[in-house]
């Protein structure tokens, strides 16, 4: 076999998870509901993904400023900019954290809402209006740049953009 000749095309075909959970995604008014479901779950799966992938690069963040020096060896200048690295790069962790949690938390609602919705159309309409009353919650007791209130609104949109027919 001469491969030489052959042209190789080594860009990969998208699945169906990846093309379902792309954030500009645009379904047709007729999409069936199963369909809108696994969009939302392939989102939530990408999401869940990435942000476990942002934590890995928060801690290593986090570790290499920790390994930076001896401290007593450090100008004041010094000493106080590895200070605000290590708490920038703590909180990062933290608010990463929060979100993966979210994620989670959503996709649990999700699990739970097809678990007892008899419905199938109505299913994503008791999971946004679940959605909705957990955001009204958390709003109630954060301010509203947290990362778990931005994460449950993120998710909200999503079931906005992908669940209702017609609707943008």
Same mark, same amino acid.
């Given at each position: 076999?001469?491969?030489?000749?052959?042209?190789?095309?080594?860009?990969?075909?998208?699945?169906?998870?990846?093309?379902?959970?792309?954030?500009?995604?645009?379904?047709?008014?007729?999409?069936?509901?199963?369909?809108?479901?696994?969009?939302?779950?392939?989102? =939530?799966? &990408? $999401?869940?993904? *990435?942000?476990?992938? @942002?934590?890995?690069?928060? !801690?290593?963040?986090?570790?290499? /400023?920790? #390994?930076?020096?001896?401290?007593?060896? =450090?100008? &004041? $200048?010094?000493? *106080?900019?590895?200070? @605000?690295?290590?708490?920038? !790069?703590?909180?990062?962790?933290? /608010?990463? #954290?929060?979100?993966?949690?979210?994620?989670?938390?959503?996709?649990?609602?999700?699990?739970?809402?097809?678990?007892?919705?008899?419905?199938?159309?109505?299913?994503?309409?008791?999971?946004?209006?679940?959605?909705?009353?957990?955001?009204?919650?958390?709003?109630?007791?954060?301010?509203?740049?947290?990362?778990?209130?931005?994460?449950?609104?993120?998710?909200?949109?999503?079931?906005?953009?992908?669940?209702?027919?017609?609707?943008?």
């Amino acid at each position: 076999m001469n491969f030489e000749d052959e042209s190789f095309d080594d860009t990969t075909e998208k699945g169906s998870d990846e093309l379902l959970s792309d954030d500009n995604l645009r379904l047709p008014e007729n999409a069936n509901v199963l369909v809108r479901l696994h969009a939302i779950r392939a989102w =939530l799966t &990408r $999401r869940q993904q *990435e942000t476990t992938i @942002e934590m890995g690069e928060n !801690a290593l963040a986090l570790q290499e /400023a920790m #390994q930076e020096g001896d401290y007593s060896r =450090l100008r &004041r $200048r010094e000493r *106080e900019a590895l200070a @605000e690295r290590l708490q920038h !790069a703590q909180e990062t962790l933290h /608010a990463a #954290q929060l979100r993966l949690e979210t994620y989670e938390e959503a996709e649990t609602l999700l699990e739970d809402c097809i678990t007892h919705t008899t419905s199938g159309e109505r299913v994503l309409v008791e999971y946004y209006l679940m959605l909705e009353e957990l955001l009204n919650d958390v709003n109630m007791h954060e301010d509203a740049s947290s990362p778990r209130l931005r994460a449950l609104a993120d998710v909200q949109h999503r079931v906005e953009r992908v669940g209702a027919p017609g609707e943008e």
